[in-house]
């Protein structure tokens, strides 16, 4: 996975390519019939296409090398330069990001990020991506990516503790939507379940926007004492690379490049070669091995040889130095015989790490090795630099094969900025980001859809601290200035004012309408329990599991030698970026860093993956730069630094691109004594409350999607108030088609230009910042004192669909246990404000928003949460009491009585929808 704001670009396995759409003239010897690209038609073509470079690329390798490269530079070269591994896109856009903060001890750059629990103990965390193995090869591209991040997560030297995931498919429909996802969570069980690394947790979605591709994003954890961190800095000249690991193969070759590309309808079968083969068992050994070097103080650095394979890893771990280095691959342990030079140094055979050692620790180093039965070999040095500056060097068969320049593949990879500005060159030294060339300068060209956008309390300048705008003249968005903010915010929507002119769909009007809507949404994939997934892992290998996966809004885990536990939480959004890419990415943080303190952690960090289509489309690039902006923000709102993170582009399939998502992994601490609360009612006789807003918005909602009171299921939708027309076929074609409004030839988009994503301008809820951060020091507050025993976001579904859930107890029913016995009932009443603008009852029911938890309060402890919200003004509404198990869910509003249901019923229909889906035909799951 890479590096966020990385210097030099890390290699790891994130997605993105080369390939984006700028125009260049061929270098001498190109044939000049070739795509925007500046790739030759068809298989056949030059080797600087085979090795993903554009034309305009490899003019620039001929100008910088002063000749043309070999066969083994040319395909270090192009995967060094690849999206995947030089972030020639994002690299600008990636330094608006807050990476500083008291508690962060690894920042960008780092094979992961690091954060202090406050007693000494580290906390390294990261996300990976593996998204086009995955497409290729389900089982292996996820197996294979959760060895990935465990190895990046041990190469900070830390032990990896706990995974979690998040997944993107298409609604199960077909045979092979339902065949991606057996193989994706069976891969992922497969190879956490052998390392006995735990996947306590992580987030599901389903939306049509994946279905040309997939997304598989994995988040791992790990933990170690402060002092013994290892930092990507290598030793200096005359240390030792040793290769640690099984023997190489060739399997994985030019996997950066591949994963830097674009797929075609028919690509799986010819892909599969790049994909690689993972073995848990070997990768169980070398953790163990790796950590008592580390422990032992043997090694100054490591690497995991991910994208790039050995090439790459020393190439970044000279940069890093600021030497040269030298392999020597006749040393390597090969597999098979006679593998030619550049497979040995791109291969990106699984389990193998690359370790920086002085010459005095050799000896103990083998012996080590040797009692874990893993090969160690010398394969190369650092150097001095020469005459001619920093060389990386390979020698294969009595001659050498590489030698170029160390800045060459690291720091003058090119850079990107919007479409149509071309490649400009930029030498990424000093603090880790662009140079400030003139790529850089121009880097947002577009934030679609956010000039309004901005956390509460901005006004009309940038908050303290924050970076210089990223072109001139630019000023933060005006808050609140969205169409139909303010009745949104009432939970009501004037005709029209979602943007694309069509009347608001009907309120709900019956008590059956409103058992009807919860039952879909119950049984929507979105929605659904996730417990068929989650039971394939072992959440509690390690014994270290406090809250396992569906039990809580966030994973809580012991750590060892610590009086602290950790919290991880996971969101993410998909299908609202299309609406508005800067408001969906700052809901994906507050969501969770409110999930986090929810089970009463404290958040410290934050890691990101970023996943969207070609960048080469104006409309993608304008997705990329309103994401990473609104995350910014929301990051600077909250005091929240981002440690790291992945970026994954050229997830498209021909000229469909995914929907744009980003998923946030936050890491937290809960202090002694150590409370902890859950996401679910653990039992009759408390008090149900909602602390926030009481309505919320149905812009983007699970609701609309799922068409509202009328239950028709779009597609896609197209705003608010398109959802109906876009059921029945009508809405915009290009909506309805899966592409964007803007296409992909329309001209870039200029500084505060609009720009219509899929469809409409339904306004998405602004998230109150000042709100958001008391609200989360209450819950904080109030777990730890007692006053809150269980407490969940009431976030995708609304308000009745966290109510219902939260009366499940969490986690797939026991074997011999009955949803009756697993199944509260509930008693609820809701009454609206006197005096205020009524709500919509559907906004009222299933909005959804920010800023809004439904706590479960023991008796006795109602009147001092009550002071303590009222102290930190935020807002506390009683809703009812939790009764007996296998009861009914009883709700009322406004005195009236709107859904009798059983409890046990509704839970098995919740549990049974996803099995029924992944097991047969979508009609085999009765909503109704």
């Not at 994985?252 to 674009?262: I, K, M």
């Not at 669909?801 to 797939?812: H, I, N």
Request: charged share 20%; glycine share 16%; proline share 10%.
């Amino acid at each position: 996975m890479e590096r966020q704001v990385r210097e030099p670009q890390s290699r790891s396995k994130p997605q993105g390519g080369p390939r984006s759409r700028h125009r260049a003239q061929p270098p001498s010897g190109v044939p000049a019939s070739q795509d925007p690209a500046g790739r030759a038609p068809g298989a056949a073509g030059e080797p600087w296409q085979a090795a993903g470079l554009t034309a305009a690329e490899y003019r620039r390798v001929l100008q910088l090398l002063g000749r043309e490269p070999g066969p083994a530079e040319l395909g270090l070269i192009g995967v060094l330069w690849s999206e995947h591994c030089a972030y020639k896109h994002s690299r600008p856009l990636l330094r608006r990001l807050p990476t500083r903060g008291p508690q962060v001890l690894l920042g960008p750059g780092e094979n992961a990020g690091a954060v202090d629990l406050g007693d000494g103990t580290a906390v390294v965390f990261r996300i990976e991506s593996h998204n086009h193995p995955s497409f290729v090869e389900p089982f292996q591209g996820a197996a294979t990516g959760v060895g990935g991040i465990l190895r990046d997560v041990l190469a900070a030297g830390a032990r990896p503790v706990a995974l979690m995931d998040f997944l993107c498919f298409a609604e199960p429909r077909h045979d092979r939507d339902r065949r991606l996802v057996r193989g994706v969570v069976a891969g992922i069980a497969a190879y956490g379940n052998c390392t006995g690394v735990p996947v306590v947790g992580g987030r599901v979605l389903f939306e049509p926007g994946y279905k040309t591709n997939p997304l598989v994003n994995v988040l791992c954890a790990g933990v170690a004492p402060a002092r013994r961190l290892l930092k990507g800095v290598a030793a200096g000249p005359g240390a030792r690379l040793v290769l640690i690991g099984p023997p190489t193969g060739a399997d994985g070759v030019h996997g950066a490049t591949f994963a830097s590309a674009s797929l075609g309808p028919d690509d799986a079968a010819g892909r599969r070669p790049a994909v690689q083969v993972g073995d848990p068992f070997a990768g169980k050994v070398l953790i163990e091995a790796c950590l008592e070097l580390v422990e032992a103080g043997l090694v100054a650095a490591f690497q995991d040889l991910g994208a790039g394979g050995l090439g790459a890893a020393a190439a970044e771990l000279a940069s890093r130095a600021g030497t040269g280095a030298a392999l020597h691959l006749d040393r390597v342990p090969l597999r098979e015989p006679g593998l030619p030079a550049e497979v040995i140094l791109l291969s990106e055979s699984q389990e193998r790490m690359l370790a920086v050692v002085e010459p005095a620790h050799l000896p103990r180093l083998r012996r080590v090795t040797r009692r874990w039965g893993l090969p160690a070999a010398v394969v190369g040095r650092l150097e001095e630099a020469g005459d001619r500056g920093t060389r990386f060097r390979a020698r294969h068969r009595g001659r050498w094969v590489v030698d170029l320049p160390v800045d060459l593949l690291t720091r003058q990879a090119p850079v990107y900025g919007p479409p149509g500005q071309g490649l400009a060159g930029e030498d990424r030294r000093g603090d880790g980001g662009p140079g400030g060339g003139p790529v850089a300068a121009g880097a947002l060209a577009v934030l679609p859809g956010s000039r309004d956008h901005a956390p509460a309390g901005w006004g009309g300048s940038q908050p303290a601290g924050a970076p210089a705008g990223p072109w001139p003249g630019w000023a933060p968005p005006r808050p609140g200035a969205g169409p139909g903010a303010t009745r949104a915010a009432a939970g009501r929507l004037d005709p029209g004012e979602a943007g694309d002119g069509r009347a608001e769909p009907p309120d709900l009007s019956d008590p059956q309408a409103v058992a009807g809507a919860l039952r879909r949404l119950l049984a929507a994939p979105a929605l659904t329990s996730k417990s068929w997934i989650y039971s394939q892992f072992d959440h509690l290998v390690g014994g270290r599991t406090r809250l396992r996966p569906g039990a809580g809004p966030a994973a809580v885990l012991e750590v060892p030698g610590s009086d602290r536990l950790l919290v991880l939480a996971m969101a993410g959004t998909g299908r609202q970026a299309t609406l508005d890419p800067f408001r969906a990415a700052a809901l994906a943080v507050a969501e969770a860093a409110l999930r986090a303190s929810c089970v009463g952690g404290i958040p410290l960090g934050l890691t990101n993956g970023l996943n969207l289509g070609d960048p080469g489309r104006p409309a993608v690039y304008a997705q990329l730069a309103g994401l990473i902006e609104g995350m910014a923000a929301a990051c600077r709102a909250l005091d929240l630094p981002v440690t790291g993170g992945n970026v994954s582009l050229y997830n498209a399939t021909g000229e469909h691109d995914i929907d744009p998502t980003v998923a946030v992994g936050v890491a937290g601490v809960i202090p002694p004594p150590g409370r902890w609360a859950a996401g679910f009612f653990p039992g009759p006789g408390l008090r149900v409350a909602l602390l926030g807003p009481l309505a919320g918005h149905l812009a983007g909602s699970e609701y609309v999607k799922g068409g509202g009171a009328a239950g028709a299921s779009p597609e896609r939708p197209a705003g608010l108030a398109g959802h109906a027309a876009q059921a029945r076929g009508g809405g915009d074609p290009a909506a309805r088609a899966g592409d964007q409004v803007l296409r992909s030839g329309d001209p870039v988009p200029r500084p505060g230009d609009r720009v219509a994503l899929g469809g409409g301008q339904a306004a998405l809820p602004q998230v109150e910042w000042e709100l958001q951060r008391r609200l989360q020091r209450l819950l904080q507050e109030a777990v730890a004192q007692g006053w809150v025993v269980a407490a969940r976001p009431a976030g995708r579904g609304g308000l009745l669909v966290t109510l219902v859930e939260m009366a499940f107890a969490g986690g797939p029913l026991p074997p011999g246990e009955t949803a009756e016995g697993a199944a509260l009932g509930l008693d609820i009443a809701i009454r609206r404000q006197p005096g205020a603008p009524a709500p919509r009852r559907d906004a009222l029911l299933f909005g959804e928003g920010p800023t809004r938890v439904v706590v479960a309060v023991p008796p006795g402890a109602w009147d001092a949460l009550a002071r303590r919200a009222a102290a930190l003004h935020v807002p506390l509404h009683p809703l009812g009491l939790t009764a007996e198990p296998g009861g009914r869910i009883r709700v009322r509003l406004d005195g009236g009585l709107w859904l009798d249901e059983p409890a046990a019923s509704l839970r098995t229909l919740w549990e049974e929808a996803l099995p029924c889906r992944l097991d047969g035909p979508e009609s085999q799951v009765a909503a109704g």
